[in-house]
């Protein structure tokens, strides 16, 4: 089911947090895609965790960019960072007599044995296309990721993932990527930037949140939010997928799979406002299915 007309809900039953997970990705979902920017919805977010509704942060970015959000939030968000390496603050959802060590928290592979897959097993012809961003000269990560001083340092702090650049024409990007998944590796890519991981996606963790021991009784409702190709995985695990408007991709967001919730928000607005728009549907359609 695609909803398309917004209803806006002026409170939120303080039960919602019981249940409820907004799982979001950050750059163009509930930040501006061109400027980074989310003061228009801060206070929509602080009003949401005042009221008990647990938000879970799922990016591309690293730890130290995520661990810097959540100062600025002053807030210790859960977060996935590096397209579903790792999640951290897991103990800021979870219930207190449940021992949070009892999960994995880790799920990709350190860089070095990213990087020595990727030496040993790729063909050095496919190798020779790629540049990481990493060993290139500090004005060209400038250049290429729009980040300076320390937001490019934190965005540099890579543990399980490594971007690069690919020159090389279309059917050796696609030997490329048949390459690497035949040896454990992926590859995600995202306008002239590609990311080198290990096998995992943006859902890696879908799974051990809805297993908490706060949700037994009450099961996870999950209100998963994106713009780009890579969130396809989360918004498709998630009970309600909300996809906003993206300033930057060309291309429009591919149809989930069947696998995927029925219910389907899009909002109007881009981010930071269209952030706003498809959580207040979302929120206001999962009091409506539950009142029932």
Not at 112 to 132: G, T
Not at 134 to 146: D, F, H, T, V, Y
Not at 237 to 245: E, G, R, T, W
Not at 263 to 286: C, D, M, N, Q
Request: hydrophobic share 35%; glycine share 6%; with cysteine.
């Amino acid at each position: 089911m695609y909803i398309e007309k917004f209803e806006t809900i002026k409170s939120h039953p303080k039960n919602l947090g019981t249940r409820v997970i907004l799982m979001t990705d950050l750059d163009g979902t509930l930040m501006d895609a061109n400027t980074f920017t989310y003061e228009a919805i801060k206070a929509t977010v602080k009003q949401y965790l005042s009221d008990g509704i647990n938000i879970i942060l799922n990016s591309s970015k690293t730890a130290a960019e995520m661990d810097h959000l959540c100062q600025e939030f002053d807030y210790p968000f859960t977060y996935i960072c590096e397209n579903g390496a790792a999640i951290h603050n897991l103990e800021t959802i979870y219930q207190a007599d449940q021992n949070v060590e009892d999960f994995q928290k880790i799920r990709g592979k350190p860089i070095a044995e990213i990087k020595s897959i990727w030496s040993e097993k790729i063909p050095s012809l496919l190798r020779d296309s790629c540049e990481f961003i990493g060993e290139m000269p500090r004005r060209k990560q400038i250049s290429l990721l729009g980040l300076y001083g320390s937001e490019l340092d934190r965005a540099m702090q890579r543990e399980y993932s490594e971007p690069f650049v690919f020159s090389g024409d279309n059917q050796s990007f696609i030997q490329l990527l048949e390459t690497c998944q035949s040896v454990g590796l992926q590859i995600n890519r995202g306008g002239r930037v590609c990311n080198l991981s290990a096998e995992h996606d943006k859902s890696s963790f879908t799974r051990t949140l809805r297993s908490l021991k706060r949700y037994e009784k009450n099961p996870a409702y999950i209100i998963a939010l994106g713009d780009a190709p890579n969130d396809i995985p989360m918004l498709e695990a998630a009970d309600v997928a909300c996809i906003i408007p993206s300033k930057t991709n060309r291309s429009p967001m591919p149809r989930l799979s069947d696998r995927c919730s029925k219910t389907v928000i899009r909002s109007k607005s881009p981010a930071p406002k269209g952030w706003s728009e498809a959580t207040e549907a979302a929120l206001g359609y999962f009091l409506q299915v539950t009142q029932k």
